[in-house]
């Protein structure tokens, strides 16, 4: 019996060392506890650990650095742009997309998506979080050093030069006969994200604020575009919107990226480009861009007369020889900038969208907004709408849909298969637009607080070839109720035109010398009288000094006349040509002459044949 009790007691003891050595690991391992010194074995572990946390920080430092503050991009709501607000809620930045904090989204409602420091923490939380599984180990592993990683908590804190990272998860390494559990693990990562943040929200509230974006958008409008003004010449001018387009996005292009913020991290050549400087309200002290490039999606739309006729050669004033083009434009134009901070390799970047409407810049808008919205009409849909879109010969086509209220201008989306149902604002006499490549764009009048579809025939666009014979200089107009194009003849032999009824006028020039010599003159009128006897029929004599400036004409009409023609659809796509026969005139030698050719344009009569 002493012998049995005696291994009972050692079983026993055997059974309570077993359970005190699991006990010691599981509190080492569940319990934060760790060995306060470590073999360099088992302290390449945690060093392996570390760096690979480390790597994954810097990782997601860099992306919200590169994405305005974002990490998970596909969780942002997108918006995509229309033809008329081309950005939509993120700028392509050579293949990598950077979110707007402030855009107009496609159905023209401005919008803002600007993160807090605190999104940014939680953001990179989760990224580092999600990156602990990926740590690979294997390099050690086949030295014999193992590492589990358990979960636990993480802290976050972007400072301004900084991003201190704290883990409080316990990490198990074994070695041979060696072991250890680390539960708390400290990175440091040396980043200026959280000043970058800080510079780039007093640039964007400055921005939002002042719209200094959109002032230097209106200069440049003013410096690169006909807005209004007057040309001396009795010649008619043509305003090509492709041209002002392209001149005012150079201009864009040119001058944002002059842009620099109150600061001393560059040093001005010339007391002039103080101009370029935004006084932002405090000294930056850290590299600062604006870009913009000619090839991103950029608005211009342009309202006034294309083709403008001389003033001056009317009978009665042309014997003066002064002729003159007024002019004048109004544009809408919404460009996007982007807004980079950068030192040493480290980047934060953001988008914003300037906007400007009918020659204006928008309204300012308060710090403290958290949601912009600039037409709240078209949030107002509560009217519903069928839309069918055809061709002249009732084909359905699959359109761009827009709807204009009180002046405000709501995108809807695609007509599908030539047809679609359509929330649109309440509306007495709204317009509906249609626009599509290929297309003239076709608009119908339409009271959605009575009617509950509309139909839209689109007229195809076709480029007919035409012959007008051996001229040196000449433009003729083509001109209809709803579609107008200009043919400039030698720089274009082709014409795009629609089915429909044209008011033609051609003008043929040459290159001439005619010099005008200066009038000073003083005409009398008899006028009525500004007393009470004006009444009666009595009269009083005025006297005005006329004082017009010496000039030279360099281009003179020598031909050109006037037509009425419907041109249908068989005839463009039946005919290799449209031939135009202009009757023309001598080539004036003075200023009596020129007149003279003007009084002929009147009364002549252009041909055109199709052939």
């Known amino acids: 019996m002493g012998v049995m009790n005696k291994r009972g007691q050692v079983t026993i003891f055997i059974i309570l060392a077993i359970v005190l050595v699991v006990g010691i690991i599981l509190y080492f391992v569940f319990n934060g506890g760790s060995s306060s010194v470590i073999s360099k074995d088992l302290q390449s572990g945690e060093d392996a650990y570390k760096s690979c946390i480390t790597e994954r920080v810097k990782l997601g430092i860099s992306l919200l650095g590169q994405q305005g503050g974002y990490i998970y991009l596909d ?8 033809l008329y607000m081309p950005s939509s809620s993120q700028l392509d930045f050579y293949g990598n997309a950077v979110p707007y904090w402030m855009f107009v989204s496609g159905n023209n ?72 559990t680390i539960s708390n693990h400290k990175i440091s990562i040396n980043s200026k994200l959280g000043k970058f943040y800080n510079l780039a929200t007093v640039v964007y509230n400055k921005e939002k604020e002042d719209a200094f974006l959109e002032e230097y958008g209106l200069d440049v409008m003013q410096l690169y575009a006909p807005v209004t003004g007057v040309e001396f010449t009795c010649t008619p001018m043509f305003f090509n919107d492709a041209q002002v387009k392209k001149n005012i996005s150079q201009g864009l292009e040119d001058n944002i990226a002059s842009l620099k913020v109150s600061g001393n991290y560059y040093d001005l050549n010339d007391p002039q480009h103080s101009y370029f400087v935004v006084d932002v309200g405090e000294n930056v002290d850290e590299n600062v861009n604006f870009v913009y490039s000619k090839n991103w999606p950029t608005g211009i739309e342009m309202f006034g007369d294309r083709l ?17 083009v007024p002019y004048h434009f109004v544009y809408n134009i919404n460009f996007p900038v982007l807004i980079q901070f950068y030192d040493n390799g480290e980047l934060f970047q953001f988008g914003v969208v300037a906007v400007i409407k009918n020659s204006q810049s928008r309204e300012a808008l308060l710090a403290d907004e958290e949601t912009l919205s600039g037409e709240q009409i078209c949030e107002n849909s509560n009217a519903n709408i069928d839309v069918s879109v055809y061709d002249l010969d009732l084909n359905p086509i699959v359109a761009n849909l827009r709807f204009s209220c009180l002046g405000q201008s709501c995108e809807l989306g695609n007509s599908v298969s030539g047809s679609g149902n359509f929330d649109v604002p309440m509306c007495v006499n709204g317009v509906l637009d249609a626009y599509v490549d290929g297309y003239a764009p076709a608009s119908v009048s339409v009271s959605t607080n009575r009617e509950t579809s509309a139909n839209i025939l689109m007229k195809k666009i076709y480029d007919v070839n035409v012959s007008v014979g051996n001229q040196d200089k000449m433009s003729i107009v083509f001109s209809s109720s709803d579609y107008s194009s200009v043919l400039n003849y ?50 009083e004599q005025r006297c005005y000094d006329i004082d017009i400036p010496a000039q030279e004409i360099d281009s003179a009409l020598v031909g050109g006349g006037k037509a009425f023609d419907y041109f249908t659809e068989e005839q463009f796509l039946d005919s290799q040509y449209l031939k135009i026969s202009v009757p023309m005139f001598g080539v004036p030698q003075k200023i009596e002459d020129l007149q003279n050719n003007y009084l002929e344009w009147e009364v002549s009569r252009i041909d055109l044949t199709f052939e």
């Open 109 to 180: 409602i401005l919008r803002e998506q600007k993160p807090t420091k605190q999104s940014m923490t939680t953001e990179l939380r989760r990224f580092i979080s999600e990156g602990i599984n990926s740590c690979n180990f294997d390099n050690l592993n086949s030295e014999g050093i193992y590492v589990d990683v358990y979960d636990g908590n993480i802290e976050v804190d972007i400072r301004d030069t900084s991003v201190e990272v704290t883990l409080n998860n316990p990490i198990y390494i074994s070695f041979e006969d060696q072991s250890a």
């Open 75 to 82: 969780e942002l709501e997108f918006y995509s742009g229309s």
């Open 490 to 539: 030698p720089d274009e032999k082709s014409v795009k035109l629609v089915e429909g009824g044209y008011n033609i006028t051609a003008f043929v020039y040459k290159n001439t010398s005619i010099n005008f010599a200066g009038l000073k003159d003083r005409k009398c009128l008899d006028v009525p009288s500004s007393s009470i006897g004006g009444v009666f029929g009595a009269t």
């Open 308 to 324: 403008v006729q001389p003033i001056g050669n009317q009978q009665g004033l042309g014997m003066f020889g002064l002729c003159f």
